[in-house]
């Protein structure tokens, strides 16, 4: 069944950065939350809030070697998610979100269709080891889930390895992974920069 639903949503997003290297940080500290909302009063079909944040740790490993650890949490205060547009509730998977699966397959399916819930939770750790001054591999697992009711969640979980290129924009990446829940494996490319 096809539905249009309708917002005006206010959104402020705040990023607070301290890194050693913006393009290639080898360690420091990246935390980002927003908020935004929409009001039946406003235009809105449907009254909700949504709170969303993201952190990522950089921890050197030796002289050269790095370890990521992210994290992603989302909630969507409302009294259903039915009337919300896609925009403002969750779904994962991909590249940047949890390696291993198609990206945004993971959230809540109706018939063919993933569409959004109404929480979101994702975890990361990867470590990147420098061949040289340009190249590196990388072995990495995520998980996450995006569900209505935190009862549901089954962090679904995914592994593999990459490449990386430091590129004049910034470290290049790309990674074979696994996806555990679907047992398929994923190719996935991606800028990896700090948000």
Known sequence: METTSRALVPNVMWTWRRVDNLLDPRRGTVIQAQVGGGAKALFSDQNFIRLHSRWQQYIPLGRLDTLS???????????????????????????????GYAYQSLGIKEGDATVGGRY????????????????????FVDAGDA????????????????????????????????????????????LAIPF
């Open 69 to 99: 650890l992210r994290a992603e949490v989302g909630y969507t205060l409302a009294d259903s998610r039915q009337h919300v547009p896609q925009d403002y509730v969750f779904r994962t998977g991909g590249s940047g979100s949890v390696r």
């Open 147 to 190: 569900v209505d009711e935190l009862k549901d969640i089954k962090m679904a979980v995914g592994y593999g390895l990459g490449a990386r290129w430091r590129s004049p924009a910034g470290p290049i990446g790309v990674d074979l992974a696994y996806g555990q829940r679907t047992s398929e494996i994923n190719l996935h490319f991606s």
């Open 120 to 139: 979101l939770g994702v975890v990361s750790a990867e470590a990147t080891h420098w061949l040289d001054e340009s190249w590196g591999i990388a072995a």
